[in-house]
């Protein structure tokens, strides 16, 4: 066995979190004949290899409330776990204080809010977009290191 192949699955799994975000980020994305930029909230993503099958994709923080956009466009602290789509869905449907609380706070469960802030945030400021990816790989690098020794 070789020293390069001591990494985990997580790892594996990580690099391609990773991969995903940084392809996420690119801006504008030219598939074939299909056009996705900053200005369109919708457009038609072909999907698989054999067939092709289309998907309506909209926007990242199409759901966010505009007095969260507001604040995190401010600069205001948000928390991450409040501005998923199923965390704003709860607090619409009336979903009470303490059974929010319980919900589980999971890496992924992060990453799908720390999306829905950068996509808002880099709105404002594109030029932070290789920080924000660099901010990202580290957290899911420390949580790859350090998970399971809390």
């Known amino acids: 066995m070789d020293s390069n192949s001591d990494g985990s699955d997580s790892e594996a799994e990580g690099g391609k979190i990773i991969a995903l975000i940084k392809k996420y980020f690119k801006g504008k994305v030219q598939e074939k004949g299909v056009e996705k930029t900053k200005e369109s909230t919708q457009s038609m993503v072909p999907i698989g290899t054999a067939d092709t099958y289309a998907c309506a994709i909209t926007a990242t923080a199409d759901h966010l409330p505009r007095k969260v956009r507001k604040d995190i466009e401010a600069g205001k602290f948000v928390d991450i776990y409040d501005i998923t789509r199923e965390a704003v869905q709860a607090n619409e449907d009336g979903v009470k204080q303490e059974e929010k609380g319980k919900r589980s706070k999971t890496i992924f469960e992060w990453l799908k809010?720390?999306?829905?802030f950068a996509s808002v945030y880099l709105e404002r400021k594109p030029?932070?977009?290789?920080?924000?990816?660099?901010?990202?790989?580290t957290i899911i690098d420390t949580y790859l290191f350090y998970k399971g020794s809390s």
């Open 113 to 116: 809010g720390f999306l829905v």
């Open 127 to 137: 030029e932070q977009c290789l920080n924000i990816i660099k901010y990202i790989d």
